[in-house]
């Protein structure tokens, strides 16, 4: 009989429903809470100070384990896992070395790779749109992913590469995001990959108004746009965190590092009713066996924040 | 014998906070009359008219106009009576073309076009009758203050008033713009206007009224027929004591030249040559009156005497330091030279209406001993210093911690005549000393200015009264479009003389 | 109808009124805490607590007051010499900058009783000089200064990101932060500070800046009211026209009064890089200029004002998010809207109160 | 060469889209200025009405009800603005920004109460939209065209008209206007609903127009670019247009300069892009506007003596 545990979240300033990562974390949390009826503490924080306290606040009420969303945690959540060493905490999307922290990051360039080949296939102009938000290191691991799995699958492709803006408010602005896509479609694109929380709404919104194909990221967003949606991107920290719970109620929780790429089924793309009509058998089959290429080391994506860079 | 009030005050009570600025006033004014209101500074005169016009309502008392009591809770009842006033500071929009301000609330109609039109119809009308002309299409802005108060009265009369209201309507007017206005007063009381006039003035006064009323600390403490008094009366009810109006001036003692000026000239922004060529110099011990009808660069010379503006052209030299274009100095320095500056303008440049009088008391002199030292500045040594001005100059209240917008304008006036005479300067420069204040401190201010001189101050004193330069100046120089035009002893002037002096150079 | 306004008592209008005006406020929150389904008075218990409750919780309230009373003060500076800064929150942002700056060229280098000055002059020079521009512009082109700032908040940020992303971005980091900062070169926690003198208080963001905030608090009294450029500045924000005529370089002193607002906003820096994150973040500034106007005007523009109108705000923030801490139904969104009405009823609304208090003491009285 | 002019047409019609909300924004705020009423709470407004538009429009099914939902919202903001600064003659920066700060709060806290998406409203059908009436791709909807004529009605209002008198006189010299007879009050409440009128369409605009749906934050500063529009068109409608649409030009060239490598320069970094559109108008602010001239009487409450 496992003890009752009590679990926790903090997300990251975007906020639980930001349509990323942090929806997904709280995906994967409603999920076990559905499953189990364990209540899970949760907190959003409104700034960066406010990570360290309710790490903290958390920890001193035993919560535990705690989730902690996003890499702008680190640094608090290291020092507050010093003071805590009983209690186990998971890092999303940043890494943390110390015994009780579980440190969960993903290689999005895997899939990124992918879905940029279903574009590269799927496109009919060879011009292909990137979408992102603010201009920091993770979001150019996203589109250099994307950018390999273009050349990779039609070396004549080009690819036209925005971002939002320069303050956090560029993942919240769809407004500017549909303009950044109608943009990229007057110049040929005809199919763009959002890569830029909420803002990623008005850029596949952009794409059905316009008839162009999109393609969403970290969760399934094929159901927005039946049709429209080429196929999404999916990073599951829903399972991660649901994985974490799990395995913390089955007394079975560790440390470590965990780096989840396709071969830990951390991402993946999205096939299902919504866009089956747009994937042929032969683009599947294609991205398939890349898949399984990158699987089996064949295939190596190269990694943006390995070395700051789109060059290996 | 009612109906022929105009206007019937019955126990008029007013306050602000703890000051009551009119207390149980009544007071009746006969239809078809001009009535004059004379008082001192702060007597409650220009509350009272704006507690009949609606702009303020009384604690207690009733109006009545033509006869039936009213309720005047804002400046659209009064002018549905008929009642129209002109402000002691106008109420119009500057960036309005006269004809705008003109239909500014009675428009005639949703469209403006309508109410332009039979606008421009009227003025032409009004022209014609009264003999106000003004160009229609002129921003308010460009006109000059006689200009702006002619449109102010074309104002009243063009929504019909038959009661009109002025307070201080000559304060900022040259004499021939103001003997235009009594003249225009005197055609409106023929066509049956009611006219109130507010002035300081007791010449128009006598001039032009039928009745006067005098107050005094928020009262009315006498009223009498025109014909059946004296300037010397008047003053003595208005003040509560004896006013002389001419000096016993000694003979001036001039030393050393405090003030030389050598083709002095300016060109402003819009490159027009506002002073041109202007030579003269100030010596020790004298005053020097500049004459001449407003805005033909005397502000200006003003300006640049005082270092606020920097010449163009010529050269200055001040208590022996050189000025000109390439060596400018500012105000700042002019006072380390002791050059005190009286600017024309209280309320625009001498004063800071939020700050207290204590705070406005060192307005220029704020790095000086002994308000300043170690750069700090010393607050209890500057109200100190506030309150022996304000006991020497007589201002009332004699309260430093107050607001300086809280005094009335006479005593603002000799806050900033006390600031700037205290300190001995060498050169005193001097807008307007006496502009819109009260018998008594005129008197007053006149002769601190006399004293000044002969304790060997050289005093410059720019004024648009003829009258006050004649009884101030030893020597008077005549300004018109930005150049000196004449020169005269003030023991060979008269105002005949002057006037002719500007106004014929103006024609050539 | 025809009483006349009796002035009220200082003590009211100074401390009575402000009170009022943020009860009133309550109200309208609490009433909307009704409605989304929570309890209003347990609500407003848990806000205080979490506000004032423990050593922890007043800490953090005193850190985002440290934040506060640095904007607060910049807005104020400039509002007296009649300029409206809304710039504070590149000023503050671009402050950083310096202050990591300095402290990654120096801090392996000098001992922090060096570095820490000299970064704290360094993010007083550049938030100073990101005020400059716009006050060079409103002073020799005429170019409206609330238009000019709110422009250079956006160029700040552009600037920041660009510098995080390429320039000063740690290498092998995954995020667009700079190295840490050595040990040294910290501004001491108010929790460490505390125990050289055998006080021992829990842990929080709280650190010695908060001194160097009062510091300034005093600084910009004295400065405005007891010396005479202060003088000048304020002449200036009354009447240009008096402060040309009593000597005053208009240009010159637009120039000081923005410099001297940027480099208070620049203390915002100092207070989150210096003593909190250790190292130069992006974001950093997180509304606190914007705040600061509120902070400001609810201060009536005096130090002694703003540094209670920090404290207030401070218990806000630091409360506001203990609540949503602690009630599931209150996000923190509920807590925005919590700081919006006060701002509203003890900002823009403070008359709102005055007929009833004057009615009130005019009986008495 | 028929490719360069489908990206000049394609760049125009970009930023007419931009655009639009900018100019009623813009418009609002004219007549708010105008009379005297400074509005920094454009952005508030605007954020209230977009995201009542959406709600409404996704639980009514009915785009104009949201249209009409819009207005109300950012009138009720617009109401408040006013019961603060004319009525208790507030600080106007302040109130607009105490606006600002509640409207941000209050959609998220309203919408997730309501349809639990995190402050997001469900995503609208093309049925729940205002779409394009002649141009699908360039987005021509309603709110567009009434954009463009929002500019001749309010010139013509304010120049032409009896309101519009008193409204320019009312915000140089209120004194003049009270001494004429005119309750100032009133003259500045009718502009500051005008102004809620105007933020409402804009706010309608970003939520079923434009985008479909409402998200939180969504007017992203767009309510302090239109009031830079204001200053820069020197309170002038026609001006004040063209400003709106240089800064919706320079945006759609940014969009499409990103990334682009110019001969010479080579590649430009994004965030200088991003940030031109504010260089440009600092610069053009410094070297050609000069000094600006509000209204004068613009931030100060009217205190009227008892
Ligand atoms: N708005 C006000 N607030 C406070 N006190 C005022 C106000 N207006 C006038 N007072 C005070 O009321 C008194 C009467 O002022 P009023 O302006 O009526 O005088 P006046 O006779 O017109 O003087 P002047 O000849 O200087 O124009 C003065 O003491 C003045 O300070
Ligand atoms: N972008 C523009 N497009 C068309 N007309 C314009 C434009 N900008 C200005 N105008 C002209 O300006 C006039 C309207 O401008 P506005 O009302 O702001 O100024 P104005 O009437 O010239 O100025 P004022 O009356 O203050 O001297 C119109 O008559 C119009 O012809
Ligand atoms: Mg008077
Ligand atoms: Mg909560």
């Given at each position: 009989q496992t003890a009752p545990i009590k679990p926790a979240v903090v997300f990251s300033t975007g906020g639980k429903f930001d349509k990323s990562f942090n929806e997904g974390v709280w995906q994967g949390a409603e999920r076990f809470k559905k499953e189990t009826n364990i209540a899970v503490a949760e907190f959003e924080p409104s700034n960066e100070t406010q990570f360290e306290q309710a790490l903290r606040r958390f920890a001193q009420r035993g919560q535990d384990p705690i989730i902690a969303v996003g890499f702008a945690q680190a640094v608090a959540l290291e020092k507050v896992a010093k003071e805590f060493p009983n209690i186990h905490f998971t890092l999303i999307d940043s890494v943390v070395n110390l015994p009780n922290v579980?440190?969960?990051?993903?290689?999005?360039?895997?899939?990124?790779?992918?879905?940029?080949?279903?574009?590269?296939?799927?496109?009919?102009?060879?011009?292909?749109?990137?979408?992102?938000?603010?201009?920091?290191?993770?979001?150019?691991?996203?589109?250099?992913?994307?950018?390999?799995?273009?050349?990779?699958?039609n070396p004549n492709a080009e690819l036209i590469t925005n971002m939002t803006g320069t303050t956090p408010a560029a993942w919240n602005d769809p407004g500017r995001g549909a303009e950044l896509a109608k943009g990229q479609f007057d110049r040929g694109v005809d199919v763009v990959y959002a890569a830029a929380g909420s803002t990623g709404l008005g850029i596949l919104q952009a794409a059905k108004d316009r008839g162009k194909l999109g393609i969403g990221v970290d969760s399934n967003q094929n159901h927005l746009h039946p049709g429209n949606m080429l196929t999404s991107m999916l990073k599951r920290v829903d399972l991660a965190a649901y994985d974490s719970f799990k395995a913390a109620q089955a007394n079975q929780w560790k440390g470590g590092v965990q780096v989840l790429g396709l071969k830990e089924a951390g991402v993946d793309w999205a096939l299902d009713k919504d866009n089956e009509k747009l994937i042929t058998p032969e683009m599947k089959a294609k991205v398939d066996a890349a898949k399984a290429a990158i699987i089996s080391g064949q295939i190596v994506v190269h990694d943006y924040m390995s070395n700051n860079s789109c060059k290996s | 014998?009612?109906?022929?009030?105009?206007?019937?005050?019955?126990?008029?009570?007013?306050?602000?906070?703890?000051?009551?600025?009119?207390?149980?006033?009544?007071?009746?004014?006969?239809?078809?009359?001009?009535?004059?209101?004379?008082?001192?500074?702060?007597?409650?005169?220009?509350?009272?008219?704006?507690?009949?016009?609606?702009?303020?309502?009384?604690?207690?008392?009733?109006?009545?106009?033509?006869?039936?009591?009213?309720?005047?809770?804002?400046?659209?009842?009064?002018?549905?009576?008929?009642?129209?006033?002109?402000?002691?500071?106008?109420?119009?929009?500057?960036?309005?073309?006269?004809?705008?301000?003109?239909?500014?609330?009675?428009?005639?109609?949703?469209?403006?076009?309508?109410?332009?039109?039979?606008?421009?119809?009227?003025?032409?009308?009004?022209?014609?009758?009264?003999?106000?002309?003004?160009?229609?299409?002129?921003?308010?802005?460009?006109?000059?203050?006689?200009?702006?108060?002619?449109?102010?009265?074309?104002?009243?009369?063009?929504?019909?008033?038959?009661?009109?209201?002025?307070?201080?309507?000559?304060?900022?007017?040259?004499?021939?713009?103001?003997?235009?206005?009594?003249?225009?007063?005197?055609?409106?009381?023929?066509?049956?206007?009611?006219?109130?006039?507010?002035?300081?003035?007791?010449?128009?006064?006598?001039?032009v009224t039928d009745r006067v009323i005098v107050m005094r600390r928020g009262e009315v403490v006498a009223e009498r027929a025109t014909s059946k008094t004296s300037a010397e009366e008047?003053?003595?009810?208005?003040?509560?004591?004896?006013?002389?109006?001419?000096?016993?001036?000694?003979?001036?003692?001039?030393?050393?030249?405090?003030?030389?000026?050598?083709?002095?000239?300016?060109?402003?922004?819009?490159?027009?040559?506002?002073?041109?060529?202007?030579?003269?110099?100030?010596?020790?011990?004298?005053?020097?009156?500049?004459?001449?009808?407003?805005?033909?660069?005397?502000?200006?010379?003003?300006?640049?005497?005082?270092?606020?503006?920097?010449?163009?052209?010529?050269?200055?030299?001040?208590?022996?330091?050189?000025?000109?274009?390439?060596?400018?100095?500012?105000?700042?320095?002019?006072?380390?030279?002791?050059?005190?500056?009286?600017p024309e303008d209280r309320l625009r440049q001498g004063l800071v209406p939020a700050f207290l009088a204590s705070e406005t008391s060192i307005l220029g002199y704020q790095d000086r001993e002994p308000f300043c030292h170690n750069y700090l500045l010393d607050g209890p040594a500057v109200g100190k210093y506030c309150a022996e001005l304000m006991d020497r100059f007589d201002v009332r209240p004699r309260t430093p911690g107050l607001l300086s917008s809280s005094f009335s304008g006479g005593n603002q006036q000799k806050l900033i005549l006390a600031r700037?005479?205290?300190?001995?300067?060498?050169?005193?420069?001097?807008?307007?000393?006496?502009?819109?204040?009260?018998?008594?401190a005129i008197e007053f201010i006149r002769r601190e200015l006399i004293a000044s001189r002969d304790a060997g101050c050289a005093v410059l004193v720019v004024s648009v009264e003829l009258e006050e330069i004649l009884s101030l100046a030893d020597r008077i120089l005549v300004m018109s479009g930005g150049r000196i035009v004449g020169e005269v002893a003030a023991a060979d002037a008269d105002e005949r003389t002057l006037g002719l002096m500007m106004t014929g150079a103006r024609a050539a | 109808m025809s009483t006349a306004p009796r002035p009220l008592p200082g003590w009211v209008e100074i401390g009575l009124m402000p009170l009022v005006n943020v009860a009133l406020a309550f109200l309208l929150?609490?009433?909307?805490?009704?409605?989304?389904?929570?309890?209003?008075?347990?609500?407003?218990?848990?806000?205080?607590?979490?506000?004032?409750?423990?050593?922890?919780?007043?800490?953090?309230?005193?850190?985002?007051?440290?934040?506060?009373?640095?904007?607060?003060?910049?807005?104020?500076?400039?509002?007296?010499?009649?300029?409206?800064?809304?710039?504070?929150?590149?000023?503050a942002y671009i402050g950083g900058l310096g202050c990591g700056l300095a402290v990654l060229a120096l801090d392996r280098y000098l001992p922090g009783l060096l570095t820490i000055p000299l970064a704290i002059l360094a993010s007083a020079a550049f938030g100073a000089a990101w005020a400059a521009i716009p006050a060079w512009m409103q002073a020799w082109r005429g170019s409206h200064i609330v238009i000019t700032t709110i422009m250079f908040n956006f160029v700040a940020s552009a600037l920041m990101v660009y510098m995080m992303v390429n320039v000063l971005i740690a290498p092998g980091s995954m995020t667009p932060q700079s190295r840490g900062f050595e040990a040294s070169a910290a501004v001491p926690s108010m929790q460490a500070?505390?125990?050289?003198?055998?006080?021992?208080?829990?842990?929080?963001?709280?650190?010695?800046?908060?001194?160097?905030?009062?510091?300034?608090?005093?600084?910009?009294?004295?400065?405005?009211?007891?010396?005479?450029?202060?003088?000048?500045?304020?002449?200036?924000?009354?009447?240009?026209?008096?402060?040309?005529?009593?000597?005053?370089n208009l240009k010159r002193m637009t120039m000081l009064a923005m410099c001297l607002s940027g480099a208070l906003a620049g203390g915002v820096a100092v207070n989150e890089l210096l003593g909190v994150h250790h190292r130069l973040v992006l974001d950093f500034a997180a509304g606190y200029g914007f705040?600061?106007?509120?902070?400001?005007?609810?201060?009536?523009?005096?130090?002694?004002?703003?540094?209670?109108?920090?404290?207030?705000?401070?218990?806000?923030?630091?409360?506001?998010?203990?609540?949503?801490?602690?009630?599931?139904?209150?996000?923190?969104?509920?807590?925005?809207?919590?700081?919006?009405?006060?701002?509203?009823?003890?900002?823009?609304?403070?008359?709102?109160?005055?007929?009833?208090?004057?009615?009130?003491?005019?009986?008495?009285? | 060469m028929e490719e360069v002019f489908t990206l000049v047409v394609a760049t125009l019609a970009a930023t007419l889209r931009v655009a639009t909300p900018l100019v009623l924004c813009a418009m609002g705020g004219l007549f708010s200025e105008k009379s005297g009423i400074i509005d920094v709470g454009l952005e508030g407004k605007m954020l209230m009405a977009a995201f009542f538009a959406a709600a409404t429009a996704a639980v009514t099914d009915s785009a104009w009800m949201g249209v009409g939902a819009a207005i109300i919202a950012a009138e009720a903001l617009a109401l408040l603005h006013g019961f603060a600064c004319i009525t208790h003659r507030g600080n106007q920066v302040v109130s607009g920004i105490a606006l600002n700060i509640l409207a941000m709060g209050l959609t998220v806290v309203l919408g997730t109460a309501w349809f639990a998406r995190g402050g997001q409203t469900p995503p609208l059908s093309a049925g729940e939209r205002l779409n394009p009436i002649f141009f699908p791709v360039a987005g021509d909807n309603v709110i567009v065209?009434?954009?463009?004529?929002?500019?001749?009605?309010?010139?013509?209002?304010?120049?032409?008209?009896?309101?519009?008198?008193?409204?320019?006189?009312?915000?140089?010299?209120?004194?003049?206007?009270?001494?004429?007879?005119?309750?100032?009050?009133?003259?500045?409440?009718?502009?500051?609903?005008?102004?809620?009128?105007?933020?409402?369409?804009?706010?309608?605009?970003?939520?079923?127009?434009?985008?479909?749906?409402?998200?939180?934050?969504?007017?992203?500063?767009?309510?302090?670019?239109?009031l830079a529009a204001i200053i820069f068109g020197r309170w002038r409608p026609f001006p004040a247009f063209g400003a709106c649409l240089a800064f919706g030009l320079l945006d759609a060239i940014a969009i499409r300069l990103q990334g682009v490598k110019l001969p010479g320069i080579g590649e430009v970094p994004v965030q200088l892009i991003q940030a031109m559109p504010y260089l440009l108008t600092l610069f053009l602010l410094a070297g050609f506007i000069g000094r600006t001239v509000a209204p004068k009487a613009a931030g100060v409450p009217y205190e009227k003596e008892h």
């Open positions: 579980q440190s969960v990051v993903f290689k999005e360039q895997e899939g990124s790779f992918l879905v940029g080949m279903l574009a590269a296939m799927a496109s009919k102009t060879g011009k292909i749109g990137f979408v992102g938000g603010m201009d920091i290191p993770l979001v150019r691991r996203f589109q250099c992913g994307f950018e390999q799995g273009i050349k990779y699958a | 014998m009612t109906s022929d009030a105009a206007i019937e005050l019955r126990g008029i009570d007013k306050s602000f906070g703890s000051v009551q600025a009119v207390r149980g006033v009544s007071l009746r004014i006969e239809r078809g009359s001009i009535t004059g209101i004379v008082g001192e500074n702060g007597a409650g005169k220009s509350t009272l008219m704006s507690i009949l016009y609606g702009l303020y309502r009384a604690d207690a008392g009733e109006i009545r106009v033509e006869g039936r009591p009213v309720e005047m809770t804002s400046p659209r009842d009064a002018i549905g009576r008929g009642i129209g006033m002109v402000h002691q500071h106008f109420m119009l929009v500057d960036s309005f073309t006269v004809l705008e301000n003109l239909i500014l609330g009675a428009e005639g109609g949703p469209l403006l076009a309508g109410g332009l039109a039979a606008a421009r119809a009227e003025l032409a009308r009004l022209a014609q009758d009264y003999g106000l002309a003004v160009d229609p299409d002129a921003r308010v802005s460009d006109l000059s203050v006689g200009e702006q108060q002619r449109v102010e009265i074309l104002k009243v009369l063009f929504r019909g008033a038959r009661i009109l209201i002025l307070d201080e309507p000559s304060a900022v007017l040259t004499p021939q713009e103001t003997n235009r206005l009594l003249q225009i007063l005197r055609v409106l009381r023929d066509r049956g206007v009611t006219v109130v006039l507010i002035t300081h003035k007791l010449r128009e006064i006598l001039s008047l003053a003595e009810l208005m003040v509560g004591r004896k006013v002389r109006f001419s000096f016993d001036k000694a003979p001036a003692r001039t030393g050393e030249p405090r003030l030389v000026a050598r083709g002095l000239s300016l060109v402003d922004d819009r490159l027009v040559r506002v002073l041109d060529d202007i030579s003269f110099e100030v010596r020790a011990g004298e005053i020097v009156g500049i004459a001449g009808v407003s805005g033909n660069g005397q502000s200006e010379l003003l300006q640049v005497l005082a270092g606020i503006r920097r010449p163009t052209g010529g050269a200055l030299e001040v208590c022996g330091r050189k000025v000109d274009a390439a060596h400018p100095a500012d105000p700042a320095e002019m006072r380390e030279l002791g050059v005190a500056h009286v700037e005479m205290a300190r001995h300067p060498r050169l005193l420069l001097v807008g307007q000393p006496t502009r819109g204040v009260d018998i008594g | 929150v609490g009433l909307i805490v009704e409605l989304i389904g929570a309890d209003p008075l347990q609500a407003l218990k848990l806000l205080v607590l979490g506000a004032v409750g423990s050593s922890e919780s007043i800490g953090y309230t005193l850190y985002y007051a440290t934040n506060f009373i640095f904007t607060g003060l910049a807005v104020a500076v400039a509002f007296h010499a009649g300029l409206f800064n809304i710039g504070g929150e590149g000023q500070a505390l125990q050289w003198f055998g006080i021992a208080v829990a842990r929080s963001p709280l650190n010695l800046s908060l001194l160097l905030a009062l510091l300034s608090s005093a600084g910009v009294w004295i400065f405005l009211w007891h010396t005479p450029w202060g003088y000048g500045l304020r002449t200036m924000g009354h009447n240009p026209e008096a402060a040309l005529y009593a000597g005053t705040t600061g106007i509120a902070v400001a005007l609810m201060g009536r523009g005096h130090p002694l004002g703003i540094v209670l109108a920090a404290l207030l705000f401070g218990a806000l923030q630091q409360g506001g998010a203990e609540l949503a801490f602690e009630v599931p139904a209150i996000t923190r969104e509920m807590v925005v809207v919590i700081q919006g009405l006060v701002i509203l009823f003890s900002g823009a609304l403070v008359h709102l109160p005055r007929p009833w208090l004057q009615a009130l003491f005019a009986r008495k009285g | 065209y009434a954009a463009l004529l929002s500019v001749p009605v309010t010139w013509w209002l304010i120049e032409r008209t009896r309101f519009g008198l008193r409204l320019r006189a009312v915000g140089e010299m209120p004194l003049a206007v009270d001494a004429a007879g005119i309750s100032v009050p009133w003259l500045r409440y009718r502009a500051v609903l005008l102004c809620g009128l105007f933020a409402g369409l804009a706010g309608a605009y970003l939520s079923i127009a434009q985008n479909a749906g409402f998200s939180r934050d969504m007017t992203a500063g767009q309510g302090f670019i239109a």
